[in-house]
């Protein structure tokens, strides 16, 4: 299975699931780590932009994809599975519980959860506490200049 992520140069090769540990994340508390991904190249493109306003959208982004070997499970969170108000802005402790949860138990590598921007597609949280992350592999990194895009970023 293939994921991906958008981040800037400088992160662009670390995979250690820092950031969201240090700041939290919807579906997980800060201190603990996990590594916010999703399925689709624009799932994850448009989860940057709509939080980051557009005059101030990095100029070094980088799209990266990461391999995860077919034999390592990842299970599947539906929005089904999930309060009607789970996916509001800002988000509320219930999603951070049940993320932190999921990673604390190591029961897999990764989680598909629905988007709350797009719910009838996944992002992918992966957990680099699970003994078999060290499995998940950098595939490729390559540049996302979004900013050429745009006509007028201010």
């Not at 980088?62 to 299970?75: S, Y």
């Not at 540049?143 to 895009?149: A, E, T």
Request: charged content about 25%; glycine content about 6%.
């Amino acid at each position: 299975m293939e994921v991906y992520r958008v981040t800037t140069e400088k992160w662009a090769d670390d995979i250690s699931g820092e950031g969201a540990r240090i700041f939290g994340g919807r579906w997980n508390h800060k201190g603990v780590p996990a590594l916010y991904c999703s399925e689709h190249r624009s799932l994850c493109t448009l989860e940057v932009l709509v939080h980051v306003k557009l005059n101030n959208i990095p100029t070094d982004l980088r799209l990266v994809t990461l391999h995860i070997p077919d034999e390592i499970e990842v299970n599947t969170l539906s929005h089904y599975e999930l309060p009607s108000d789970w996916d509001g802005f800002p988000y509320d402790s219930f999603t951070q519980d049940t993320g932190t949860s999921l990673l604390k138990s190591k029961r897999a590598v990764g989680t598909r959860l629905p988007s709350s921007v797009i719910q009838q597609e996944f992002n992918v949280m992966l957990n680099p506490l699970h003994p078999d992350f060290n499995r998940v592999i950098i595939q490729d990194i390559e540049p996302l200049p979004l900013n050429r895009f745009l006509a007028d970023p201010n």
